[in-house]
């Protein structure tokens, strides 16, 4: 039997979407997403999942053909039916896990208008405005959250600081070792005697960058890397890191960096900069990673973790966690450029211009790792704009407002032990009952749906690790009923 | 005199967007892109742009209020007055500079349905439904561009082989470069003896890659990065890279990473992929940055180039380039997934969770340098839908088609020379007149508006670098007048 295969003719154009097709199903998202938002409420925080669910409902092979005119709607369906089933939904007013990742209206819409812009911003010549407006924003931003002077631009880019946005505050951690790895190599420093130094609370991205640069074998590699032990705050302990860089030098060792954390991951433990800067060589890079509480820094009664800052030669926080703009951007400034250019400034023919070679302009290429960079400054402006210095202030007021009653509450029962200090919007606890109960509690919550609660260990005061529950609050849709009906969880599951 | 101040009383809640502006000013956004995409033609692809112009339209310090009723009517006025006469517009059918960086609808609404999810895959736990649809979209492109399985998931996490979407293709040049330490290292190699292969005309991220992990302290320090010589058409001469890794193992050196690139940055050369895996030895990581070219690779007529791929250890190219999907977007894949994230994992107490512990999936955050991550296989997934294999390859076909045009053009004209082989979408050419004249010939037609081109040095039959002009036809809107145009432009000044 002959069988008659029908072949498609080949296409000669493309596809593309029209503009009537795209304001169509622009729209649509645009309302889709808008729904999602107000439907959280009504789905698990996190839904039951397991490996694999979303692999076996996607087809094993790409599409053959172009889309019909029924394919976005069956792109509509799957999101509904696939996707949404299968995330863990940060944006429910009911997450507490990790730290906030804040999407709002001004945020997605500054994504929006980045994506339909287009522009590759790797130099000033390949997109002005990208650069200046990012140049601006940052300068906003150091001013909001209370940073010198000496941090900006200001009217000129020969300034000697100034700020860009990176992705994530790892990339911060990295290029800022990468300029003081530079910087005493300058200072005639043996990069193989060179150290670095944290709390051992700080954040797993400096053993990361650590591996980047060579500098750890691995992530218990502690040959160039000092962990410093904490108080009994979970704070860097500023004598013991004075000591160990006191050795260190003893030893013929080079102390390149210090990083100082204000706002550990496990509980928001603010290490004390004012101690640090003195505790340091004037040679040393010092490094402050705020990723998660310096977005509180838009409050004056916060600034007081920022004494020590005139010492300071990179800084950088996250305003993808808690202030309202979507991931990713983080917030990185340098108190001297050409200290952070020199160790990442390379120009091959294709990419030299005049404004480069006139020094008149910032390429922000020669501030991070990656040549390509997206229009990230659109959404940090938007929100800005948006909501203003009042705004943001209220949105973290708010939720320190939540918090506090949560920590009150937990101080009144001795059934919860409050694990930590409560600084911003971080809740850490454990059950008196024990650690099982503590894990049993949070794995419960996870299961319910009705929130999402994530964990970590600290010590306790016999310096044993015990588990911890973290709450974080600071979600753009998170009320006082979410975080009292969370509260009543907890006591229910406590008094069972 | 008394003055009376009216302190504003201070806000207790955060002035969101409510989802009705929400779908208000998106819609409003969505159709600003349309009318932005469908009114290049009336404006020039590079304005006349002064640095310092956008910073000096800008006010100096944030605002302090949220915004009011017009505050949205503004940001449209500010988009269109400050920030869109002050860039360069890539995704004008007239721009012709660097390489194509792809904008479309699908693209577009991935970015934003990305945005309006706000989710951190850097765990499957934090995103499955993120996570499944990266490795299944990676698959499916694995599949389009026609890599081996080797390189696939299939249906378990547990293969060897997968991908994942970095942001850049730089990215990817230094998980690899890093992995490749990490296995030098477990083979016993000295890590001061490792030695880096690529060619010449590689792209500098390549020594950027070097900087970061410490194997170079400037971008001209070869003393473990090796430079190797091209032959007439500008591809990796795999004999020299034979000899060089000759010596250096005389020399007790460790050829640990060589890097093949399929289309140099300057004139879209293609290393000799299987000359170059022979001429290796078997533990030396064999790198393939395939940034623009690997597009091409949806085309069954370009795969001769990936005779060699059976030795690759990793592999990257671009969508983000010429292939219909948003900046960022850069796959990239290995062959064995431990050896990737052996150089790059790091687990600390904060992140674990039960599914990871059971090593029943992939969590992201070990394929990569940062901590978080975005929904970022959205947008291919989108695109791939939208287009199908068929409207992919059209879309490459008929920007090849405009190349090969354009190239007869410059053949039959001997006012022109065409100074490397043209491959898909990439033209360079100098005036015969002189370097001078084709340096004239550019500036010209950038500061005309009428299009926008970007240079490089090559060079020619005596070795001597002259100065090219690079058009690199791949435009979303870019159509056959367009090239004609500029082919006339070109004609008119030669003329002259």
């Known amino acids: 039997m002959e069988v008659l295969v029908r072949l498609p003719l080949p296409m000669t154009t493309p596809p593309h979407m029209t503009p009537d097709e795209f304001r ?144 994530t505050a790892s990339d911060s951690t990295l290029v800022s070792l990468l300029a003081a790895r530079s910087q005493a190599r300058a200072a005639g420093a043996d990069p193989s005697a060179l150290r670095l130094y944290a709390s051992k609370h700080a954040h797993s991205s400096i053993a990361k960058a650590a591996m980047v640069a060579g500098l750890a074998a691995g992530p218990d590699d502690t040959t160039h890397l000092c962990l410093i032990d904490a108080d009994d705050t979970h704070r860097l302990d500023a004598s013991a890191l004075a000591a160990a860089i006191d050795t260190d030098l003893k030893n013929g060792w080079y102390p390149a960096w210090v990083c100082a954390t204000l706002g550990t991951t496990g509980s928001e433990a603010i290490d004390p900069l004012a101690d640090i800067a003195t505790a340091i060589p004037p040679h040393t890079w010092l490094h402050v990673d705020a990723a998660y509480t310096g977005a509180a820094l838009v409050c004056p009664e916060f600034r007081w973790m920022l004494n020590g800052i005139d010492r300071v030669d990179s800084f950088c926080f996250n305003p993808h966690k808690s202030l309202l703009t979507n991931f990713d951007c983080d917030c990185f400034w340098v108190a001297d450029q050409q200290s952070l250019t020199r160790a990442l400034s390379i120009m091959p023919e294709y990419l030299r211009n005049q404004a480069t070679d006139a020094g008149a302009v910032i390429d922000y290429r020669d501030w991070q790792v990656p040549l390509g960079r997206k229009f990230r400054a659109l959404k940090l402006w938007f929100v800005l704009r948006h909501y203003g210095r009042e705004g943001l202030q209220a949105h973290i007021r708010e939720h320190v407002r939540l918090a506090t009653w949560l920590e009150t509450q937990i101080n009144g029962d001795d059934r919860f032990v409050l694990v930590a200090p409560r600084i911003t919007g971080l809740v850490c606890f454990r059950l008196a009952s024990g650690d099982r109960e503590t894990r049993r509690l949070l794995e419960q919550v996870n299961a319910s749906g009705a929130a999402f609660l994530s964990h970590t260990t600290l010590p306790d005061e016999t310096g044993t690790d015990r588990y911890v529950i973290r709450v974080a609050i600071g979600g753009v849709l998170t009320q006082e009923r979410h975080v009292r009906s969370l509260w009543h969880v907890f006591e229910d599951f406590a008094g069972s």
């Open 24 to 167: 169509a199903i622009g729209h649509r998202m645009i309302d889709w997403i808008a729904d999602y938002h107000t439907s959280h409420e009504a789905r698990p925080v996190r839904p039951p999942i397991a490996p694999g669910a979303v692999l076996g409902q996607l087809p094993t092979h790409p599409p053959e053909q172009p889309a019909d005119a029924g394919e976005w709607d069956r792109i509509f369906d799957d999101l509904q039916k696939i996707i949404v089933p299968n995330l863990l939904h940060w944006q429910s007013p009911n997450f507490f896990g990790y730290f906030p990742c804040n999407s709002t209206g001004p945020g997605i819409l500054g994504e929006l208008a980045s994506a339909g812009f287009g522009v590759n911003g790797m130099l000033w010549a390949t997109s002005p405005a990208a650069t200046e407006l990012e140049m601006r924003t940052l300068d906003w931003m150091a001013e909001l959250i209370g940073l010198p002077e000496r941090f900006q631009f200001g009217d000129t880019p020969h300034a000697r600081g100034g700020g860009c946005i990176q992705s």
